[in-house]
């Protein structure tokens, strides 16, 4: 069974730090990666995509893609309160996304 | 907003009725997507649209009957649901195969369901 594995959490970091997301999948195949945000009782939303290894920036959110290990990381640079939500890993097999269960985020004022 | 609307955004209905959740998308792409989020669950993908074509049913009940008339539109009918089947019900939509292909998937903002 393909898998998306996540830390649930909750991972709490203060406000201006940076806050480090990872996910690791199963299966070696994939080609395309992605992150979304969800706030507590609202839709998913994409914050990142990323195809290749290395890192991918987008203002303060990088990814980063390793294939050789199987893992994909966010990392959100000078955290705010606002970024306080549950953060989900995605990833394509066989053109359909598998989601991880999340990691909550939890930024201290 | 994503460019992907539903409507409603809550319903409330007993295990007898019968009731309809849209979606529409609004992103010119070519397939489309039902999603089910229970509490502490992760998302779980039911049914998969590309073209107005059917290509999955994650062994979903019967309860639940979807249904494409163009690209831009689904529906998900349901009838004699279960307590169980409260949740958050998504729809998304994707351009796939061909020139464009992202898989990048767009959310709306979901159905609240509550069946009583």
């Known amino acids: 069974q393909k898998e998306v594995e996540q830390n649930s959490g909750p991972l709490s970091v203060p406000e201006g730090a940076i806050a480090s997301l990872n996910c690791t999948y199963s299966?070696?195949?994939?080609?395309?990666f992605f992150w979304y945000r969800q706030y507590s009782g609202k839709s998913p939303e994409l914050i990142m995509s990323i195809y290749s290894n290395g890192d991918k920036e987008d203002g303060r959110f990088t990814a980063q893609l390793n294939k050789a290990s199987q893992y994909v990381s966010l990392l959100i640079r000078d955290s705010q309160p606002s970024d306080s939500a549950t953060y989900l890993c995605?990833?394509?097999?066989?053109?359909?996304?598998?989601f991880g269960t999340g990691t909550r985020l939890t930024i201290i004022p | 907003e994503t460019g992907v609307t539903q409507t409603p955004r809550h319903l409330v209905m007993g295990m007898t009725n019968k009731k309809s959740l849209k979606c529409e998308q609004h992103?010119?792409?070519?397939?489309m997507y039902w999603y089910k989020q229970s509490a502490k669950k992760p998302l779980e993908l039911m049914f998969v649209y590309n073209f107005k074509e059917q290509t999955e049913n994650n062994s979903v009940p019967s309860r639940f009957s979807p249904e494409c008339p163009n690209s831009s539109h689904l529906f998900l009918h349901l009838h004699t649901l279960q307590p169980e089947d409260s949740a958050l019900y998504l729809c998304a939509s994707s351009q796939v195969g061909g020139t464009g292909t992202t898989y990048e998937q767009y959310f709306g903002p979901g159905t609240r369901l509550t069946v009583t």
């Open positions: 299966d070696r195949g994939s080609q395309s």
């Open positions: 992103l010119g792409h070519n397939a």
């Open positions: 995605a990833v394509i097999y066989d053109e359909k996304l598998t």
